[in-house]
């Protein structure tokens, strides 16, 4: 479906943005002592994550929802994979990204340190230097940070939303330099479980032209 294939390339575009080298630090309000506790909160809690595996629902900036299963294996892999009838999926390896087009059936690769993974997956999460936090905005049970891309703040955003008891992510919304908004929420995510490493090995699927050969 290409409505799913451009919110994945989108959300890996703002968020490889994100994980660029840190040039100088764009101006902005001063976070209280409050926030700078909220971010060093949020820095634990990404860094003691080794593995997680979570159902997720995606809405585009359009509001068309899509559902699927995010795997996560710190440092260094992850999968993504939607329900049926999308064949789409992303698989990081700990070297590569790779990105699997159910439509066209064929695979994009790149390195994680152009994507996504080169911000979730690190071995050390900080919030700081390469990425600015430009808010923290609270709501009773929730803490929401926003990040920029430290040397191009106009490139989009990545918003980060916990719950605050038991402190843990529950959603993010990337917003690209257009102004579009596609949020992940996480359903029922379960931390600390056992994941097949072949999860992590990508695999291309048998092509549905090939089945009826």
Request: proline share 7%; no cysteine.
């Amino acid at each position: 479906m290409k409505i799913v294939i451009r919110q994945i390339l989108a959300a890996l575009a703002v968020l490889a943005a994100l994980a660029a080298p840190a040039l100088a630090a764009p101006r902005g309000v001063p976070l209280t002592a409050e926030d700078k506790a909220a971010v060093t909160q949020a820095e634990q809690y990404l860094n003691s994550i080794q593995t997680l595996q979570s159902k997720f629902l995606q809405v585009a900036s359009n509001g068309k929802p899509v559902g699927g299963t995010f795997y996560l294996s710190r440092p260094g892999r992850m999968r993504l994979e939607y329900d049926p009838p999308i064949r789409d999926f992303v698989v990081a390896d700990g070297r590569f990204l790779h990105y699997w087009d159910g439509e066209m059936e064929q695979p994009s690769t790149t390195s994680i340190g152009s994507t996504l993974a080169d911000f979730i997956l690190r071995p050390q999460i900080r919030l700081a230097g390469d990425v600015t936090v430009t808010e923290v905005y609270r709501t009773p049970g929730v803490v929401e940070i926003t990040l920029i891309e430290t040397k191009d703040p106009g490139k989009g955003a990545l918003t980060l939303v916990f719950e605050d008891r038991p402190f843990q992510l529950r959603k993010w919304r990337v917003m690209d330099a257009q102004g579009l908004t596609t949020e992940v929420a996480l359903l029922n995510p379960r931390q600390g479980v056992q994941l097949d490493p072949d999860l992590f090995i990508f695999r291309e699927p048998a092509r549905r032209r090939d089945l009826f050969r």
